[in-house]
């Protein structure tokens, strides 16, 4: 093993370019990650150098001063974490080579990287994108009831394709999804997407793609069929969203998970209980439901801003007592 004091001209301690020859070869990194972490450690050298302190002497302080820097510098929270587990993974690694004899960044705790709020489409742009959906010719039939179900139950769209016939009871109003992990839920459909899902099974619809011979065992059995009279699979499900999303100016902000999102919203908006929501979306916790409860207070805090008499900006009402 290399002095890690050592370093090729211009570039890391040698100990740390062993580290990155080690995500490459060992770990398979791919040349983009190398890069970004070769960017990092390279920081964090530079901010070493200032201190006068070798790599292979640093100490937890150092590190957390490190991320604490970064911080202060205004760096991306996402860009923050990934610099401290360049430099925590590579002290592991280090100790494991016997290179150093403490792991200074076994007690580094690594920042969160906050969770995005989901983008949820209005009610009016859900309605657009859907009605405009209407013709009666199969594929149409079948987008228009996709659409309906995603957006109805937020149910993924890996539980869409995965429907079966003996999954469904129109009568009663409830479909049958298994989420993640297997795990099997009920969910309710409303009568829209109950509606859409009866055209769809209708005579002009789902039989009018259904092959002489069924090629693939299930295929016989799903609810939603491709042009090919097979099982509709989760990259066409999820390039039709897209296709019919941009027909109505939605190029950029439409998939299937952002349906997904607008459900969760839209219910919580309207005064559905967060419990209720978590088991309609199978979330495993609570708090992943949540998320949605910080969206719904934005659009309050919209809605208010724009409404109340008191809450609008000086504008209308400063111009009229002006002019």
């Known amino acids: 093993m290399p002095d890690p004091t050592d370093r090729e001209q211009g570039g890391l301690p040698l100990a740390a370019e ?60 996402a860009s923050v974490t990934r610099a401290a587990v360049a430099v925590r993974s590579m002290y592991r690694f280090l100790a494991e080579e016997g290179v150093i ?50 957006y109805g139950t937020g149910a993924r769209i890996s539980e869409l394709v995965g429907l079966s016939l003996p999954d469904l009871d129109r009568e009663g109003g409830l479909i049958r999804v298994f989420g993640k992990g297997a795990k099997e839920r009920v969910v309710p459909i409303g009568r829209l997407a109950r509606e859409a899902l009866d055209a769809w099974l209708g005579p002009g619809g789902r039989p009018q793609l259904e092959p002489d011979r069924w090629l693939r065992r299930g295929d016989a059995e799903a609810v939603f069929l491709n042009q090919r009279g097979g099982r509709l699979g989760r990259q066409g499900a999820w390039a039709m969203v897209k296709a019919r999303g941009a027909r109505v100016g939605l190029t950029d902000r439409l998939s299937p998970h952002v349906l997904r999102h607008s459900c969760a919203t839209h219910m919580l908006d309207h005064g559905a209980d967060i419990r209720a929501v978590q088991e309609l ?26 409404s109340h008499p008191r809450a609008r900006r000086r504008s209308t009402t400063a111009s009229a007592a002006r002019s």
């Open 281 to 306: 979306l199978g979330h495993a916790s609570i708090s992943t439901t949540q998320v949605y409860t910080f969206v719904s207070t934005e659009r309050i805090w919209q809605v208010y801003a724009d």
């Open 18 to 77: 062993d580290y990155l020859m080690w995500l490459a070869t060992e770990r398979g990194r791919s040349p983009n990650t190398l890069a970004s972490y070769r960017r990092d450690l390279r920081a964090f050298d530079a901010f070493l150098a200032e201190r006068s302190v070798p790599l292979e002497a640093a100490r937890i302080a150092d590190l957390t001063d490190h991320v604490a820097q970064l911080r202060a510098d205004g760096k991306a929270p």
């Open 101 to 150: 004899d403490h792991d200074p960044g076994a007690d580094l705790e690594v920042p969160r990287v906050p969770a995005g709020l989901p983008k949820a489409l209005s009610e009016a742009e859900i309605t657009s994108l859907i009605e405009s959906v209407s013709g009666t010719d199969p594929l149409s039939l079948r987008d228009r009831a996709i659409l309906e179900v995603l």
